[in-house]
Each structure stands twice: as structure tokens, then as C-alpha cells.
Nanobody
Framework: QVQLVESGGGLVQTGGSLRLSCAAS????????MGWFRQAPGKEREFVAA??????YYANSGKGRFTISSDNALNTVYLQMNSLRPGDTAVYYC??????????????????????WGRGTQVTVSS
């Protein structure tokens, strides 16, 4: 059974940083596409960042502030978030795809490109 477990969320002040981790178990996602999405209260889930064998992809909201990376040996993907803002407050979800390459930024941002989801970790940014 595939499990994705997020960690690293918490409460941080505006301008602070957090690093989220997503550990995959049950199968290896080494070299396959993985991503981060977030959902704020009352809003739809939105794409944050993704990584595949060839590239990394970011939503405009996180470009220049967020960095996605992976450690294939640990079957873990990370999201380093800097210069956090209150608007970044949300539950952050890790997702894994069976695809090796998303092929485009648009494809990486679609929920339908992912086949496994974690339960989320809360990130709260205070003003």
C-alpha cells in the first residue's frame, strides 16, 4: 500500500521559512513525478510545485520563494519555503505520479496527473 506522509508544517511569522518533507513508502517514486499542492480554508486546492526526472515546475505564487527537491535514495521530496506570507497559509499536500515526466508545466499542475496523495500538513503564517 502506497503511503505519502508529509511533515514540517507549523506556525511561522511573515518572512520566515519552513521546509516540508514528504516521505513515500510502499513503492519507490524515484525518478517519477511528485508535487505539492495546497488548500486554504474556503478555497480550492491549488498547485504549488512539482518535480520530475527532467525539470521542476512552480506556480507563480511560489516562484523565487519556494524550491522543490527530491532525495531519491530516501524516496522523499521536499519543499523549501522562504519569505512566507499570510497568503501561504494552507494545508499542504504531497502527491505522487506514476509518470516519469510530466511533459509540461500545465500537466504538472493538474491534480489528475497524480495518483497518490498524502493527508496534508498545516502551514500557518502569522502577520
Amino acid at each position: 500500500q502506497v503511503q505519502l506522509v508529509e511533515s514540517g508544517g507549523g506556525l511561522v511569522q511573515t518572512g520566515g521559512s519552513l521546509r516540508l518533507s514528504c516521505a513515500a513508502s510502499g513503492r519507490t517514486f524515484s525518478g517519477r513525478g511528485m508535487g505539492w499542492f495546497r488548500q486554504a480554508p474556503g478555497k480550492e486546492r491549488e498547485f504549488v510545485a512539482a518535480i520530475d526526472r527532467k525539470d521542476t515546475y512552480y506556480a507563480n505564487s511560489g516562484k523565487g520563494r519556494f524550491t522543490i527537491s527530491s532525495d531519491n535514495a530516501l524516496n522523499t521530496v521536499y519543499l523549501q519555503m522562504n519569505s512566507l506570507r499570510p497568503g501561504d497559509t494552507a494545508v499542504y499536500y504531497c502527491a505522487a505520479s506514476r509518470l516519469i515526466n510530466f511533459g509540461s508545466e500545465v500537466a504538472s499542475s493538474r491534480s489528475s496527473s497524480y495518483h497518490y496523495w498524502g493527508r496534508g500538513t498545516q502551514v500557518t503564517v502569522s502577520s
